[in-house]
């Protein structure tokens, strides 16, 4: 083992590689209930039991394959957010799109994804888009992911009295956002519970905060009456193979329904969000201070996520991603791949606990999902908020995600804005902004998919 993951090279043992996979694991380990509530019944639409089972298999196999093949401490697993997106284009679709037909638009933007690593273009989109854009997207993300927590667990509400068309009355003051109901609601008093509980953990940095929450959440709901422990029952302690999402991915529809879009978003997104989480965790295991073998390494590791996005569609799965919370397990010494291991067989082990998961109810991971909005925000301060060239297209794409419900629209409006701002202050100033030419490219795709697509 010391010789394959070069264990004293890198200044660490297998004691700290199997403790720190473990952290990871415990860090990332919500994305095991989170994950039904888009994807299963209640949201996209796939069977429980195939969401669990792809969710296990996909982080898994993936992260011990990156353990394995390029010797990193990243876990993977579906992402938050694109899994959000998942939903949102299957529930808005009108039963246009099924899943299985966005699970084909998944395949195929991993394909993409694919070929733009092996060619390098993703370095190149990389440094295409302004730094303070790449952080506003994170950000955005975050807004989104804790807006659906918010809704799910009726925190936050929306109030509809005396409006006939709330389409028409959007800017005025019929319609507002109101607190749920603390008194009366046990799903309320819940996730306040939870939330509070999160924060806490979190305040005093205890390791797999998120997943005690949420078991302890889950716990505390059962004398409330949220908890519902009946389907514990003679459940049986593995998924129902009959209801598997393996291999149900829909290719030809996804081609015949032109889902150019939503392929797009998947690959955009998948493209900056794995690059910042490989390098930053990488930068801070001290994996990058040789240039060149850093930037091998790199690549590798893109490579094995791109690999990742297939293959969870082909189990099942939304975009299967590198996570930053791997950053918790470098924290605790992980150096290498075994804690990449580590943390992928726990995931296969978790398996075997498939009816928990559909015990917690959405009471206790709605907490989960606002307490990653917090984590996602941190990006907010790499943004330039001093030079309004770089401020207002951060600003349009982290606002218009959670209130237009549409991570694409806010992708869009920022990519459009910096090109025409850009565009403008070079007409005029002597102080000319460089805009990279694949600037003009997305740019000419945003036109097109308002103007031939809509903002659905």
């Known amino acids: 083992m010391d010789r394959f993951f070069k264990l004293k090279e890198n200044g660490t043992s297998v004691r700290t590689e199997i403790i720190a996979g473990i952290t990871t694991f415990m860090t990332m380990a919500y994305i095991l209930f989170v994950n039904n509530l888009f994807l299963g019944p209640d949201g996209a639409g796939i069977p429980a039991d195939g969401v669990f089972f792809a969710t296990c298999v996909g982080a898994g196999l993936i992260t011990i394959i990156m353990g394995l093949f390029v010797n990193i401490p990243i876990a993977l697993a579906p992402g938050m957010g694109l899994n959000a997106y998942f939903m949102t284009v299957v529930l808005s679709s009108d039963g246009r799109i099924t899943w299985q037909a966005a699970l084909g638009a998944v395949f195929i933007s991993g394909i993409i994804f694919l070929i733009l690593t092996v060619t390098k273009i993703r ?6 888009l302004p730094q303070s854009l790449k952080a506003a997207i994170t950000v ?11 809704k799910l667990s009726n925190l936050i509400g929306v109030n509809l009295s005396g409006v006939t068309d709330p389409t028409q009355t959007i800017g005025g003051s019929s319609i507002n956002f109101t607190f749920g109901d603390m008194v009366h609601s046990h799903e309320v008093q819940l996730t306040l519970i939870g939330l509070i509980l999160i924060a806490v953990l979190m305040a005093l940095r205890v390791k797999g905060a998120l997943l005690i929450g949420i078991v302890a959440t889950t716990l505390i709901g059962i004398p409330m009456g949220v908890t519902n422990t009946g389907g514990l029952s003679g459940a049986t302690w593995f998924p129902n193979l009959n209801d598997l999402a393996v291999g149900k991915f829909d290719l030809g529809a996804a081609f015949k329904l032109g889902l150019f879009e939503i392929v797009f978003v998947f690959t955009f997104v998948e493209l900056f969000d794995t690059f910042g989480t490989l390098v930053g965790t990488a930068t801070r295991a001290g994996l990058m201070k040789d240039k060149e073998k850093g930037e091998k390494m790199i690549g590798k590791a893109m490579l094995v996520d791109a690999v990742g996005v297939s293959a969870g569609a082909v189990l099942g799965t939304s975009t299967v991603t590198s996570y930053v ?7 605790e010494g992980g150096r290498t791949g075994l804690t990449a291991i580590t943390t992928g067989v726990l995931f296969l082990l978790s398996l075997f606990i498939a009816p928990l998961a559909g015990v ?9 999902l606002i307490i990653v909005g917090v984590l996602m925000m941190g990006q907010v301060k790499s943004i330039e908020w001093d030079d309004f060239l770089y401020a207002f297209p951060a600003f349009v794409t982290i606002i218009l995600m959670p209130f237009t419900g549409s991570i694409a629209n806010g992708i869009s409006a920022g990519i459009l804005s910096y090109v025409i701002l850009a565009l403008c202050s070079n007409l005029v100033s002597k102080n000319k902004v460089k805009i990279h030419w694949l600037m003009w490219v997305l740019a000419v795709i945003v036109l ?6 809509g903002s659905e």
């Open 140 to 150: 955005g993300i975050g807004l989104f992911v804790a807006s659906i927590g918010l």
């Open 123 to 128: 370095q190149l989109l990389i440094v295409a």
């Open 448 to 453: 097109a998919r308002y103007i031939f697509i």
């Open 360 to 368: 917690v109810p959405s009471a206790a991971t709605a907490p989960a």
């Open 325 to 331: 919370e791997s950053t918790a397990g470098v924290a």
